[in-house]
């Protein structure tokens, strides 16, 4: 199993990693493996404004689909585009390429630690 | 009469096997007050009276072969090859499932494909699903896609009062527990212009039906720009046959295509089964409801086909799917794609043209009446027009069933200001006996 | 060989339509409105459509073909003289519009049949109006909405469903404005009476069962259930899939039931046309009458009139139903008369009795105790095999896969309803087939992985399908 050291985690499997101001988001290589062959991906608009742990976007294999949630409140300020012709890249690169959504915080501080560090979260899905 | 195979033998050894003395011992669960109730159901009929039976019945009916048809409203006696019926009633088509498992369902799968191709051709859209139960049922669920693709945020509906009254009773009946409004229809004077007006940030979409209602084609050209100007999305619903000669929706910019397919191949059935056609642009996949058929590859490279985008139905997305259809009219489906087969590129075509002159000569022959008949339809028309009645439609149906005819729908059920109007279908079915006879009988009647 | 599309045996001019002259005057085209360019369908002889037709058809399996033990399907058999009834030409060329004195015939079917079903159900009224299952559960949601509202009750807004219920209940909750609370399952299959009681309050809608439950169980406290559910003011939804199980052995109306929608082409011998048309009328108790969906045919004397409940969720469909299949149904139902439904639902579970403990012997049924008309076994029998692995290799023995991966709640879920007309022969082959297949998957699972092999494609790729997505055929 992948997994990214500098991000942190929540239980619905996404990660969330700073970029600069901005948070970014993706799904973690133990979601992207339990969905099994990512083929559709739905994102949000930017300028979207979306509380953490609301919807923001749907991630679809052939038979499943997951929502995914916010893991800090904040505005869209950009979404993944390629992942409309390439929704595989989520598979194979989830915590690259694979990312969703950018997100301009507002209220990171009191967020962000709520998060799962690295550990915490192999410890969740082994748990 | 049953159709089970076990013998008492046979029950027997297989009570032995289960480990029970009786059937009824399997029926414990059933508390006991409820258990084997007596049904007070008419005997058992053996088939010799059965169909006896069904004939007797059967004869208390006037019908579209005894008699000239000139009722439409949304339900059309065209012409069925006989083709049709023969191929839809192959027993590997009718008595199988829906196509769940691919490889035993490639005949029911590759037919799906052809249907979706064949509407989506005749419509100029761009994808087609695998159908729906009829007319009413597909535009309601268009409105309800148009405000998903909105994601929730548009709630209004507006729709032209020229659309088909069920179908509008309907759509109420469908978001009766929502908070999307339909309106639009309340003034039956509102034509697209007014309805344009009505347009705003609220408006998930403007739903229309071309030939309306009263058979006029509708000005639907620069329309689409107005509707998408205002972030709304534009539902067609048209006769299927109208578009073998006049411009297909897609072409001028319509969002998501619903139709009534029953005479594409498929008897008038008193009302049903139907087959609801339904067609978006590609855009809105995603957001569509019903099954769509999708070609692939098997392990070999082979090409087949399987039912895809699954993840907007029911079984996967529960209480987020896009609709909780799952059975829909396949069979239907399957008749109208022989039917579009069987047509071909020019017969469709004939078709229409057929139904078209024959309308305008039954339309220009009641004009020519004068004893209080008139043409009311001013505005271009594909195969039913309305007429002014010297005396309520009721009165004159009946008479003119005495002369074997089927009278056209009486409009002042729906409409108050059309009192005394009936709405006249005419198809390549009726002859121009049968039109000279049904213009002569209402001179007659009037 | 794989079978062209139409589009490919298209040459131009060809033609298998046949139409008159034209024998009237022609009228002036609008141009403004004519398409530009004629509609692209194929064009073909009769003969190479009706061959394309028969070879497209020998594709599929089909009842009519092979054992079929698709469960909740029912796929049962559809007698032949329901076909002859259906088209007769008195019945399939009347309008749904004529005057109602010119369709007394149909009228009086849909009365008939309407009042069959009331009394093999147990209900005061039955509209035929919905086109199918999910339509007519759609139709019920709606009733007890209406119902509740009629009372003033404007809070109660979350419906109860079991876990292990069909997906088109939470569909319908969702399409008709309503907030779904599921229900788990205890440990022998029935609704879990303690989670029940406690999300039970003054905002309950009511409950969805399934009963039989899709687990093929009959809900041993079905009593109790309903007492929960109607003391805290809710209502019950009867989903009628599973009707072939109570047929003159227990009305839902009598259990506590008081919607429910039936499906026609399930319980009805009405066949399933590859994906419908279906038919799914709605059943309700005396106090839900005047919501019912319409119209519904009324009885005036010696006539019958079409009529509309007085506070009804209105009309739900175009016309009145789908009448081709109401008259299906109702051939059987007069065919086989109180004994014979109720011989079909004996016979019904007494073979799902017999098929579950053989088949138990390979595939253990995960509620093993005595089911109603089906069962759900497992199919992970071996190391590395898999319920699909199992269903794909039936198909080279020549059977239908039973339904597989469903109900939700049983870890790889094989689904099967053999139903009453399907012989002793029948279910020994059958059960004699999954022996022998258990026995291939230890001794050679690739023969299962890479099954089917008789079919003229193999698996097929699902995720080519869903990625880039392929709906029409372009040349």
Redesign the interface.
Known sequence: MKLDQDAKYQDSHEWARKEGDLIVVGISDHAQDSLS?I??V?LPVIDDEIDKGDVFGVV??????S?MYMPVSGEIVEVNDALEDT??VVNSDPFGEGWFIKVKPTNLDAEWDNLMDVDAYVASIEG | MNYNPNTQADRRAMLETIGVQSVTELFADVPEKARYPKLNLPRPLSEMEMMAELTRMSDKNADAHHYACFMGAGAYNHFVPSVVGQMQMREEFYTAYTPYQPEVSQGTLQAMFEYQTMMAELTAMDVVNASHYDGATSIAEAALMACNAGRGRRKKVLVSPAVKPNYRAVMRTYFQGTDITVTGDEDPANDLEALKKMLDKDTACLALQTPNFFGELEPVQELADAVHAAGALLVVHVDPHSLGLFTPPGEYGADIVTAEGQALGNALNFGGPYLGIFAASKKYVRKMPGRLVGQTVDTKGRRGFVLTLSTREQHIRREKATSNICTNTGLVALGAAIYLAAMGKQGIRRVAELSYHKAHYAASQIDKLCNGYSLVTDKPFFKEFVIQCPKPVTEINRALLERQIIGGYDLGQRYPNRQNQMLVAVTEMNTRQQIDDFVAALKEVA | MYESLLFEISSPGRTACSLPDLDVPEAELPSEFLRQEAVNLPEISELDLVRHYVRLSQKNYSVDSVFYPLGSCTMKYNPKVNEVAAAMPKFTATHPLQPEETVQGNLQLMYELQEAIKEIAGFADVSLQPAAGAHGEFAGVLIMRAYHLSRGDTQRNNMLIPDSAHGTNPASCAMSGFSVQQIPSDERGNIDLDALRAACNETTVGLMLTNPNTLGLFEENIEEIAKIVHDAGGLIYGDGANLNAMMGVARPGDLGIDVMHFNLHKTFSTPHGGGGPGSGPVGVVEKLRPFQPGPIVAKDGDSYTLKMPEQSIGAVKSFWGNFGVLLRAYTYIRMLGEDGLRLATEDAVLNANYLRVKVGKTCPVKYDRVCMHEFVSMGDIAEGIHTMDIAKRLIDYGFHPPTVYFPLIVHEALMIEPTETESKETLDAFADVLEKIAEEARENPELLHSAPHTTEVSRLDEVVAARKPVLRYKA
Do not use: I, M, T
């Open positions: 062959d083929v559709y739905e679809e294999s052939v038979k499943a689909a929502d929704p595989e």
